[in-house]
């Protein structure tokens, strides 16, 4: 297991085949996945979004989906996305550089509340503009997902815009941060 990130409560690492398990019941609790309509959970998927992860770790040096763990107790509470937004289903040149990166998370339900999406997202944030020359980061949610949208928001990220998500139907709000204004006035 190969960790990618601490901060004082958190240990963001890379996945395991062992995580099936938890990637499984994170994505069965109808309320984590409220705002992705149509979502199929089963081992099958779980194991190909797995591999897929691998190939981030393969191709990409510090990009990718990261496990995340409560540092006290070492139990897996979510992850986060942290990659070119080229690879995003949303992607669209008009509104990013496919040179821009993607910031995105989903934890457990008795994770919520506690600031753990604002801490690693502030972590991310902080080593991708420090460390791998992220020149900007871009983070977007359904626009009735308010406590996701606070995330972004406490994380330094800021309003850009509004699109209409043919594929969830819905509209989604995209936040991003340029590296010049992150210096100019760091969270």
Known sequence: M???LETDRLI???FTDADENNLFELDSDPEVVRFFPGIEVNREKIRTFIQAVYSYYEEYDGYGFW???EKSTHQFIGWFLFRPIKNASYFNPDISDPDDVELGYRFIQSSWGKGYATEGSKALIFKGFNELSVNCIMAGAV?????SLKVMEKSGLKLQGLFFEQEIAKEVTI???KKHVYFENPV
Do not use: G, T
């Open 175 to 177: 936040y991003s941060l």
């Open 12 to 14: 963001l690492r890379q």
């Open 67 to 69: 496990a995340v763990e």
């Open 143 to 147: 626009s009735e997902n308010k406590a």
């Open 2 to 4: 190969k960790i990618f």
